[in-house]
């Protein structure tokens, strides 16, 4: 493939179709598994569950740094006229440091796993076997960022393959873990950790067969001062971050008030993140951020403006469609069975 058709308007249509059938199998897979799981899992095990996926999903800022911003900067820039060779090595070099850091913090947390589950409140018998989510923050995180760079070349394909496998390999391992009557909170944290793992490998291959067809025809080298100090002002945002997210705050919940109230707590969040998720442009801005990336760099400022303009607006209109909705039938939509069944 020449890298100047790499973000062509054929290769965005793509993938936008990969795109949306991969979001759709992954959010009917996702929402099926959390709905299951309330009912399947007592509320003290549903409660350490999503508190310990609460862990990971504030781990992925903390082992950024700003590395995955700066991966979203200068990849495309770099796919289309970078020099040969350029693309190979930043990803290289961008994925040792990574994968470097997140060994360091599974490493760390590790090593005072006991002392962190007294103080999150996890029970007696909770505290030896939840150690296991300490392996899902490398597995996790790293498919996830391998996806990220697929998603930047936009091969949308290969990366939401990988990303539906995640709901869909877990909802089959729980169906097999209930078919054998033998569910519990360590073998479903086994579970996720095989099934992320395998996500993991097979988004590093995809990764790797991409980079060995672009191989660089250009002139262009980004210097390592120049990712450093991107990276640097970006690691701000990260642990501003971290400190605000979802999983800390569902830390914060079982720590306060309790395992059982935090996994209501996590269960609610869970509702609101579909929402959020599916917003136009916060569904899409993985496949229009390479897009406008390559436009602002050809020096089509006017469409970049343009294309953020109709993003924000899309995302205003859906949200006021939906605060009207709940404002005029928030009771009603608060006995939703589901959300019933399990605070009752």
């Given at each position: ?79 289309t006229r970078g ?10 070099w961008m994925t ?183 917003l136009p442009a ?63």
């Open positions: 493939m020449n890298n100047s058709d790499l973000y062509s308007g054929k290769r965005f249509r793509q993938a936008i179709q990969h795109f949306l059938l991969g979001r759709t199998a992954q959010g009917i897979a996702s929402l099926i598994l959390i709905l299951w799981l309330v009912r399947l899992l007592i509320p003290a095990d549903y409660g350490t569950y999503m508190v310990l996926w609460g862990m990971v999903e504030m781990m992925v800022p903390l082992c950024s740094l700003g590395i995955l911003e700066a991966v979203r900067r200068f990849l495309p820039e770099l796919a020099a040969p060779g350029a693309l190979q090595c930043f990803v290289r040792l440091v990574r994968f470097a850091i997140m060994v360091a913090w599974a490493m760390l947390i590790a090593a005072f796993w006991s002392d962190i589950a007294v103080w999150m409140g996890f029970s007696t018998l909770h505290q030896d076997t939840t150690i296991l989510a300490v392996g899902l923050i490398v597995t996790v995180i790293g498919y996830r960022y391998a996806s990220e760079m697929l998603e930047c070349l936009l091969e949308q394909r290969w990366s939401q393959l990988v990303h539906a496998l995640m709901p869909l390999g877990r909802l089959a391992g729980l169906v097999v873990l209930v078919v054998a009557d033998n569910l519990t909170l360590e073998r479903l944290l086994w579970v996720d950790l095989i099934v992320s793992l395998i996500c993991f490998l097979l988004a590093e291959f995809f990764l790797i067969r991409k980079l060995r067809n672009l191989p660089g025809t250009g002139d262009f080298r980004i210097g390592v001062r120049k990712i450093v100090s991107f990276s640097g002002y970006m690691a701000g945002f990260n642990l501003l971050n971290a400190i605000s997210s979802a999983g800390a705050l569902r830390i914060l919940v079982a720590r306060t008030l309790g395992i059982e109230v935090a996994g209501m707590f996590a269960f609610l969040q869970q509702l609101l993140k579909f929402i959020g998720r599916y916060n569904l899409l801005s993985n496949i229009i951020r390479p897009m406008l990336i390559s436009r602002y760099v050809a020096g089509d400022v006017n469409v970049v403006k343009q294309g953020m303009a109709l993003l924000w607006k899309s995302n205003l209109i859906v949200i006021t469609a939906l605060m009207a909705i709940t404002g005029i039938a928030g009771d009603e939509l608060s006995y939703w069975p589901a959300a019933v069944n399990f605070l009752i």
